[in-house]
């Protein structure tokens, strides 16, 4: 039930934070707008692990395969993204899509079992909830 709860916020918090800096955008620039975005992001992780864990960054050394350390540089094209969808869509539009987008993808991750994630079989009722998922938004999309 945890989780659940902590998906719901995680949703809010980008939904937020998409509107946020597509705001900061407007007064700055996209590029400076994703780099404070990042630094200030950076700043709250090092604040965050000082007061907790302090697990040795030598650790990252360890990592395999190494692609997966590029988590944080993906992180940027997300941030960059968000922006624009949301500039150019609305923060509604926006995130239906980058839902849909997301659910997709990471369905396919998980049926091919991509990057290490355990493989899962191909369920017809999950094909007909992405289904829906799309129907939503184009019924959202034109009413």
Known sequence: MLGFWIAIL??????VQGVFNTQVTKQSGIWVANAFVQFTAL?????????TDRT?????????????????????FITYTVIKS?????????????VVSQLIIAYVIEVFGLFGVEKQPLEMKKLLGAGVM??????FKWT
């Open 10 to 15: 995680s949703g809010a918090l980008m939904s």
């Open 43 to 51: 700043l709250v992780c090092l604040a965050v692990w000082l007061a």
């Open 56 to 76: 040795s960054f030598a650790s990252l050394l360890k990592v395999e395969p190494k692609y997966m350390l590029l988590g944080g540089a993906i992180g940027t």
């Open 86 to 98: 949301m500039e150019q869509l609305g923060p509604a539009r926006s995130v239906m899509f980058i």
């Open 134 to 139: 799309i129907a939503g938004i184009v019924i």
